[in-house]
């Protein structure tokens, strides 16, 4: 717009209907233009100018150009333009006022081997990088347009900045679509995959490169940077130790790191690879841990003094256990919480936190109890010992028992928390009966008839006991079921009995049992029910015996013909 003539700026809002309250008018340089309260531009002098109308909060903006009506303008309504290598753009210049007789322009590129521009306003990019168009008037007034020209083959981003351990994807801005490889300047530092994903490995810079089949190249600056890692803490700024103790530095955020420790003054304290402090003699020292890769360290100044020569006493010098027993011992002197206590061999003899002592296994330790606070120490000699079996006892000591048959016993071993407790059993004559567990019960089994002698010892034969054991002659030697092998139809049922030889021998008390109760089932008189084609052993036991027969049952389908000799 011309000095001195005046334009009137409109706005609208959104919605139509809002309630705007109080509208503000501002220019950004009044002896260039000003507005009034209604929107009103006065031109004063040439040059650029914003005009900026606010209303609860929000604002808007319009850039005026204002000229001298006696010597001209021209303007741009591109500012900036990106153009890939070979594209070609038109810049149209607005000249004003319409009274211009001098019209002509003057077009400039600040970089011709970037881009290029005719005197029409045509542009051509013509290689990567920045130039700037313009088109001056004869009064030396001009426009500018900022021409970003990038390669018509380049990758997405063209810089990067990577932590380590992450992929990052790269892309190809590739009109022509063509067949890429890629590569590394320095695989150790980052990786790239055939897709173009990034790998980073370690800290540095390196270029990730694509590569046309013809050998057009273009590549990526990949910066990689170390992970972020949370500050390393020994958590205290100081600590007391006495002279010859040990202590172990916990670092916190320390783990999978690569930690250096340092002593300022090694004559008072060392430290190790590990953290791990010894004591040398009086005096101070700052003990450093350091993660040299991630620049971080922490430190604490270490106070080496003198070992107190008077100690703790305790409530016991020496404590004599059995093996599993506890004992409780206690400072006796006033000491508070402050107290760690150690065994001299954990297998013979453990303590707790609180003192708590507990025998492991024979022998002796040493428990001994420091004062963290004091630095004083106490000991206590504990001695552990066996608790012996004092008596085996078995009843009956006597037993009678038929030939075929089981009959149970009782067997102790006293005190009951005996540390050599196991006991050995056996028979002087295996042959006519032996100890065994049937059914989880401690049993004699009578073999054949005679008598023998069952021994019951400890496993160093200090405590021994003796059974005396007769077998009789049996009622019953043998037992049969009255079916030896049965087919039955699904559905049906079957009862079977126990016979019992000689003949003379009376009716056995026997207990059955099913191999396969899916297939067949079996109640405890014998009767059996087909369930579902298949197999099943049916098996008939004597009482406190050995004795079984058994029959095998077969079941087919409730379809088949009927089963002959079969009781339904």
């Not at 405890?524 to 009482?543: C, D, F, N, W, Y």
């Amino acid at each position: 717009m011309a000095v001195g003539q005046e334009v009137r700026i409109t706005y609208s809002c959104t919605p139509s209907d809002a309630t705007l309250g109080e509208v503000k008018w501002t220019t950004s340089d009044p002896e260039i233009a000003t507005v009034d309260d209604r929107g009103v531009v006065s031109p004063l002098s040439p040059g650029d100018v914003m005009i900026t109308v606010t209303a609860k909060g929000k604002s808007s903006s319009v850039d005026l150009k204002v000229y001298d009506p006696k010597s001209g303008f021209v303007t741009f309504d591109t500012k900036e333009k990106s153009l890939l290598v070979g594209e070609m753009f038109a810049l149209e210049p607005h000249v004003g006022p319409a009274t211009l007789q001098e019209r002509s322009l003057t077009w400039k590129s600040s970089d011709e081997s970037v881009a290029t521009v005719t005197s029409m306003g045509i542009i051509k990019a013509i290689a990567p990088g920045e130039a700037l168009i313009s088109a001056s008037l004869s009064n030396g007034e001009k426009a500018e347009c900022m021409v970003v020209v990038k390669a018509a083959f380049s990758l997405i981003p063209e810089s990067l900045d990577v932590i380590e351990g992450e992929s990052v994807q790269i892309e190809v801005n590739d009109p022509a679509k063509r067949l890429i490889t890629w590569s590394s300047s320095d695989p150790t530092i980052a990786k790239v995959d055939a897709k173009g994903l990034v790998t980073a490995i370690l800290p540095g810079e390196v270029d990730i490169i694509a590569t046309t089949a013809l050998g057009e190249a273009v590549k990526c600056h990949v910066t990689v940077k170390l992970k972020p890692m949370p500050q390393i803490s020994l958590g205290k700024s100081s600590l007391e130790l006495v002279i010859t103790q040990t202590y172990r530095f916990k670092v916190k955020n320390g783990q999978g790191r690569n930690l250096t420790w340092s002593s300022s003054d090694e004559s008072v304290a060392t430290v190790d690879e590990n953290g791990v402090v010894t004591t040398l003699k009086v005096g101070e020292t700052v003990i450093t841990v350091k993660d040299v890769k991630y620049g971080q360290s922490s430190e604490c100044r270490l106070s080496v003094k003198e070992i107190p020569t008077d100690p703790l006493t305790l409530d016991k010098e020496t404590v004599t256990l059995y093996t599993s027993d506890v004992a409780q011992l206690r400072v006796t002197d006033g000491s508070g919480a402050a107290l760690t206590w150690s065994s001299s061999d954990t297998n013979i003899a453990t303590v707790s936190r609180s003192g708590m002592v507990t025998a492991i296994a024979p022998g002796e330790a040493t428990i001994s109890v420091r004062d963290e606070r004091t630095y004083k120490k106490g000991t206590c000699r504990i001695k552990v010992i066996d608790r012996t079996v004092k008596t085996i006892r078995v009843t009956p000591a006597e037993m009678s028992v038929t030939v075929g048959y089981i009959r149970g016993y009782n067997l102790e071993v006293l005190p009951l928390n005996a540390s050599n407790a196991e006991v050995d059993i056996w028979s002087e004559d295996p042959s006519i009966a032996e100890a065994i567990v049937y059914d989880k019960r401690n049993v004699i089994f009578g073999k054949k008839v005679g008598h023998t002698v069952i021994h019951f010892a400890t496993k160093d034969r200090k405590k021994e006991t003796t059974m005396s054991v007769t077998v009789n002659p049996p009622a019953i030697e043998t037992i049969s079921i009255s079916y030896g092998n049965l087919s039955m139809k699904e559905g049906d049922q079957t009862k079977l009995t126990a016979i019992s030889a000689p003949s003379s021998a009376p009716t056995p008390a026997v207990t059955w049992s099913s191999s396969n109760p899916s297939v067949a089932t079996v109640d405890e008189t014998g009767l059996v029910k087909a369930i579902s084609k298949g197999t099943a052993t049916i098996t008939a036991r004597v009482k406190d015996s050995m004795l079984t027969a058994r029959c095998e049952i077969t079941v087919i389908s409730g379809d088949a013909a009927d089963v002959p000799g079969q009781d339904l």
